[in-house]
């Protein structure tokens, strides 16, 4: 799918938003809870517009990256050589944002959501969903594992988003089991640390290993 026809996938999803936000709106309080602790407890409030108003602005953000990177790419760096998987990571990005914020207003109205058992469960398939496409992202500055090391030479790149697509997809069944088991929020964030620094660290063990070879 090329980036501007990813609008119009982007334009359904604030319909989507927009459409529930005023069927759900006669029946939600002043305040509209949307931050949970780590603890699953609310701290954190808003009215309803800024409740359907904050991923709607978040989703037009995303919308409008998907159209804007590959457009500015500078040369051998370029998105269009991957663009296919640049597009279905961001609309998969935009998904998992359209499917909490639905999830925070039937909450706010009532209705038996977990929040904090929704963010884990869409959290942990989004970042499936981006492991197993990682390794088919090709050297860019904008999306995927972007040190310094893998931005100076290609072998460890591509070496370090095959390692690290595969942990990411771990990573994610590791938190959708955790959260299915009732674990606590504070051991997701463990896992998304983890699957984030060990690829970063990999790198630079990787770079200086090929750099020993010539």
């Not at 090709?138 to 931005?151: A, D, S, V, Y």
Request: aromatic share 10%.
């Amino acid at each position: 799918m090329k980036p501007v026809r990813t609008l119009l996938v982007s334009a359904l999803f604030l319909l989507i938003l927009l459409a529930a936000f005023v069927w759900l709106y006669p029946h939600m309080p002043a305040r509209v809870p949307t931050h949970w602790n780590a603890q699953g407890r609310v701290n954190g409030y808003m009215s309803p517009l800024g409740a359907v108003a904050t991923p709607m602005i978040v989703i037009a953000i995303l919308a409008a990256i998907t159209l804007l990177l590959p457009a500015i790419s500078p040369r051998s760096y370029e998105i269009t050589p991957f663009v296919s998987v640049f597009v279905l990571v961001m609309l998969a990005v935009q998904i998992f944002v359209l499917i909490s914020a639905l999830a925070l207003l039937l909450n706010a109205t009532g209705h038996a959501v977990r929040m904090p058992l929704i963010c884990m469960l869409g959290t942990g398939v989004l970042w499936m969903v981006v492991g197993n496409y990682m390794g088919k992202l090709r050297k860019n500055f904008f999306i995927g594992i972007r040190t310094p090391w893998t931005l100076a030479s290609d072998a460890a790149w591509e070496r370090t988003h095959r390692m690290g697509g595969w942990l990411f997809m771990l990573a994610g069944a590791v938190v959708i089991a955790i959260a299915l088991a009732g674990a606590p929020m504070l051991l997701m964030v463990g896992m998304m640390l983890c699957a984030a620094l060990i690829p970063a660290i990999y790198s630079y063990a990787l770079y200086r290993r090929l750099e020993a070879r010539h």
